[in-house]
């Protein structure tokens, strides 16, 4: 099993991996499909593109910019293309001219306001968090369609790849690498034959697929990109879009935690970094999925903390980054990392356990006490919901992320005063993460129908 550093950690805009990444890159999928086609001009005159929603996607894709991303999607942007653009300049343009424009002036009609479906049925039988991609012709009969599906973390799969008995992910064969563990048992059991670290296996195999200047410069991109976050949340202002008059809180804390440093403590500092980031998300803005949007907050919290307070190098950046990859790797393979599909848990549960390995490994932890930083971090997030108000990654999104980093570092400290030796392992915590997914209802798996989403009253 091998999943890039450079795949978990992708950069892009917010609010959502699932629900905006996703979405976004099914559709410029689905349109270079249709290029690629070569569709006689006749048979697309009077055509146009229409995309069903399905499932989650239907239910809080209004709350998380799904039909504004699938909009983009299809008008040749991916996500990396829009951290340094004005979306909402993009998407005013876009619902104004209705359609689609190819080479030599071809064009295709596309009206977000009609040829976008949220579906409130029944979710397709794959993933709660489905796409019908359509092109229809003039006799409203389908000349090319496609379904997609969003996993979590802006990974997508076609119908055809989710019914692949493999995982539902597109990675490289586990024969392509000298290290390959697709279990923490079997991870472990690697570091104990070999005499070698989680984040040595881990960097030996990533430079398999590319030299190391491309993975170092993939990393420390990443690295810089989650500092901008966190310092743009840390210096702005104002009420979050979608609503709900949320207001930023994340420079007013940075602000009082500095102004009154004898009253402040480590909760503080990670609370103020990882909302810095999830209030970016919530505004739209350029974040790192990691590894998804919602749960965005967590893994760069606990690493901006001890690089600033702790003087942390960039090497030590590079393999707490390595290493929390490596551990979100498993968690994706062996469960799922989408709050459609298991709720919270499998996002800021998955962030935590990652951001913990990642500072146990840094802070000098056998490959057996990082194993079981990951497993305390990830055990103490079992059965979170994902219940979002109004659909909207606010509340209790950010909030929740803060939390995640406290637990995430107090894992690691706990961790590292262990000799690794522990009852549960993270392999079974894992796999109860998965099947409490599996149990849980679908009103507390990203859709608003339930928990906090139904809870507050209106004034």
């Known amino acids: 099993m091998f999943i890039s ?25 689905f349109i270079n499909r249709i290029k690629d086609k070569a569709f006689n001009a006749l048979n697309l005159k009077d055509s146009y593109i229409s995309c069903t929603l399905k499932g989650s996607l239907a239910f809080t894709g209004k709350g998380h ?13 991916l996500p990396a293309d829009l951290t340094d653009k004005n979306v909402d300049t993009l998407i005013d343009q876009i619902w104004q001219i209705s359609h689609i424009t190819f080479e030599k002036n071809q064009t295709i009609s596309f009206n977000p306001s009609s ?9 397709l039988p794959e993933h709660p968090n489905g796409m019908i991609f359509e092109l229809i012709d003039s006799d409203n009969k389908a000349l090319y369609s496609e379904t997609y599906f969003s996993i979590g973390g802006g990974f997508i799969n076609t119908l055809a790849e989710i019914n692949q008995l493999q995982a539902p992910l597109r990675m490289v064969s586990s024969d392509s690498c000298r290290y390959p563990f697709d279990s923490a048992n079997t991870m472990l059991q690697m570091a104990e034959d070999n005499q070698i670290s989680i984040v040595q296996m881990k960097r030996v195999n990533e430079l398999e697929h590319l030299d190391e200047t491309a993975l170092l410069n993939g990393i420390d991109k990443i690295w810089e990109a989650m500092q901008t976050c966190i310092q743009r949340g840390l210096a702005a202002e104002g009420t979050l879009p979608g609503g709900l008059d949320i207001s930023r809180r994340a420079k007013d804390i940075y602000q009082d935690i500095k102004n009154n440093p004898e009253t402040a403590n480590i909760n503080d500092w990670l609370c ?86 990642g500072l146990c490994s840094i802070r ?14 990830l055990e103490h997030h079992l059965g979170m919901t994902c219940d979002p108000v109004n659909g909207l990654v606010q509340v209790p999104c950010i909030e929740r992320n803060g939390f995640g980093a406290i637990k995430a570092y107090t894992a690691a400290s706990l961790a590292l005063r262990g000799d690794g030796k522990h009852f549960m392992p993270l392999d079974s915590c894992i796999e109860a993460m998965k099947q409490t997914g599996l149990e849980m209802s679908h009103k507390y798996k990203e859709t608003s129908l339930g928990g906090l989403a139904v809870s507050i009253t209106e004034c």
């Open 364 to 377: 000098g932890g056998t490959a057996q006490q990082v194993e079981n930083a990951a497993e305390i971090a």
């Open 115 to 123: 040829h976008i479906v949220f579906d409130k049925g029944d979710p």
């Open 272 to 357: 103020a970094y990882a909302m810095a980031v999830n209030e970016e998300n919530a505004a739209g803005h350029m974040v790192v999925t990691a590894p998804t949007n919602g749960a965005a907050g967590v893994i760069p919290a606990v690493l901006y903390y001890f690089v600033t307070h702790e003087q942390g190098t960039i090497e030590q950046v590079r393999d707490y980054l390595l290493t929390a990859s490596a551990i979100g790797g498993l968690i994706k393979h062996r469960s799922s990392i989408s709050g459609a599909e298991v709720g919270c848990q499998g996002e800021v549960g998955s962030a935590a356990a990652m951001a913990a390995a």
């Open 5 to 29: 550093v450079l795949e978990l950690f992708k950069i892009g805009i917010g609010p959502s991996s699932s629900h905006t990444l996703g979405p976004m890159v099914a559709a410029n999928d």
């Open 65 to 77: 910019s799904t039909d504004r991303a699938v909009a983009l999607g299809l008008h040749g942007y």
